[in-house]
């Protein structure tokens, strides 16, 4: 959903906190992390994963980010995978100001990530900056090229960017080639008219993007199935089934199960190649738990594809939403209020039929304190997973499911190295 600004942000003994924690151990089998579930029996599990978006990771860390352990400092990293987060998803810009998140800064990030045991995902969002349902806008470099030219680019520096990252150890567990892209990608060329949306909430600064008139339904769909298939085509360039690298299309319709069909209706007619399906779900604008649990169900059902929550959040602090983004966040906006809502989206993630509800991955939780900012900051944002003075939430804490009872993980159905087609 829409960034910069963006909302995106003492553990008891209450009866309330022993309810949630039960409410886990009774629906989450213990969750590890791995490759990719290859070919074998019809009983084989598929890893649950999760994680975080931790991009601004080594940006913030070189601005001096404070992460508490009791009362020391620690890596942040190393912290996370205490707690029981094992996939770390970095997005990647083309030609980004600064360097940050473009190839040389998430080379290392994701090569410190492998080297600490973690499951990589990376965020191709085909921009010099951010690419979300309100943007899609053409790396510079690209913006004058014709669409055939734009479609073999795509292609290219996919490819470029996967081969960059398997020579340095940090080839990706998942790539992601878009960031909600619900509406398409590389606008206007690729760009697609969304149909209207029963569930969402647009509100602030979320609007309804139509594309340029005259729009022509076929051609732009055509385009947008072109560059995904394109984009599907360098990883594949530049990748083995012994990879296990799986790929994820993300749009951003958590709760809206009719948008979903429409669009993975599209994917499925023209045969994209993918084998993930990714969701956005935040309760200040993609509907209730049961509308998520609803879409996931539909989703299974109609494509026998694994899902993943790939980007969720709530406030942990009064973020002051607009009247409108309060109709779903039934949770208290307070660091208990944070955890509950985080139990309920591993809890319906988890609980997918078949056993596809392979991950939940919680968005930029690593915003901390940082002792005499330079940018202005003016403290973590209200959806972080720490306070601050650095010390982590109790929402950090209640992924750490490694000490609870051991519970048989459910069967999941047989897939190929590159999964399901």
């Known amino acids: 959903m829409p960034n910069e600004p963006r909302s995106k942000r003492q553990k008891s003994s209450s009866k309330s906190d022993r309810f949630y924690l039960w409410i886990l151990v009774a629906t989450v089998p213990l969750l590890f992390a791995g490759s990719a579930t290859t070919k074998t029996s019809t009983s084989t599990p598929s890893a649950f994963y999760l994680g975080a978006d931790i991009s601004e990771l080594s940006q913030l860390e070189q601005q001096g980010a404070v992460y508490m352990d009791g009362n020391k400092p620690v890596d942040a990293l ?8 094992t996939c770390f998803r970095l997005r990647i810009w083309v030609d980004p100001r600064n360097g940050v998140n473009g190839l040389d800064y998430t080379t290392k990030l994701a090569r410190r990530i492998k080297d600490a045991g973690g499951t990589f995902m990376l965020d191709f969002h085909y921009s010099d900056w ?33 081969r960059t990252l398997k020579d340095a150890g940090a080839t990706p567990d998942f790539v992601q080639i878009g960031n909600e892209i619900t509406g398409g990608t590389l606008w206007p060329d690729a ?58 299309v993300h749009i951003d319709c958590g709760g809206d199960w009719p948008v979903t069909k429409w669009y993975f209706d ?19 604008w993609h509907g209730t738990i049961e509308n998520l649990r609803e879409n996931l169900r539909e989703t299974i059902s109609h494509y026998q594809k694994d899902v993943m929550v790939v980007e969720t959040a709530y406030p942990a602090r009064d973020a002051k939403p607009p009247a409108a983004a309060l109709k779903y966040m039934k949770w208290p906006m307070t660091p208990e209020g944070q ?20 991950g939940v991955i919680y968005w930029r939780p690593e915003e901390t304190y ?18 601050a003075k650095g010390n982590s939430l109790p929402a950090m804490k209640i992924l750490n499911l490694q ?12 897939r190929g190295p590159m999964g399901n087609k």
């Open 78 to 85: 190393a912290l996370f995978m205490k707690n029981g987060w």
């Open 266 to 284: 599209h994917l499925t007619s023209a045969g994209v190649d993918y084998d993930v399906i990714g969701q956005s779900y935040y309760a200040n």
């Open 370 to 387: 940082i002792p005499n900012p330079t940018d202005g900051r003016g403290g973590p944002d209200a959806n972080s997973l720490f306070d």
């Open 403 to 414: 000490s609870m009872p051991s519970m048989a993980p459910a069967a999941s159905k047989s």
């Open 191 to 248: 760009q697609v008219k969304v149909p209207p949306s029963a569930v969402k909430v647009f509100s602030d600064d979320v609007v309804v993007i139509t594309p340029p008139e005259p729009y022509d339904d076929a051609k732009q769909w055509n385009h947008l199935i072109r560059v995904l298939n394109a984009a599907s085509a360098g990883v594949r360039a530049e990748t083995t089934p012994a990879d296990h690298v799986r790929i994820v």
């Open 130 to 162: 951010w690419a979300d349902p309100q943007k899609q806008n053409k790396p510079a470099a690209w913006a004058k090229l014709d669409f055939d030219a734009l479609v073999k680019q795509t292609e290219t520096y996919t490819a470029n960017v996967i």
């Open 339 to 358: 955890r509950q809502f985080l139990a309920e989206v591993i809890k319906t993630v988890r609980q997918a039929p078949e056993g596809r509800g392979i």
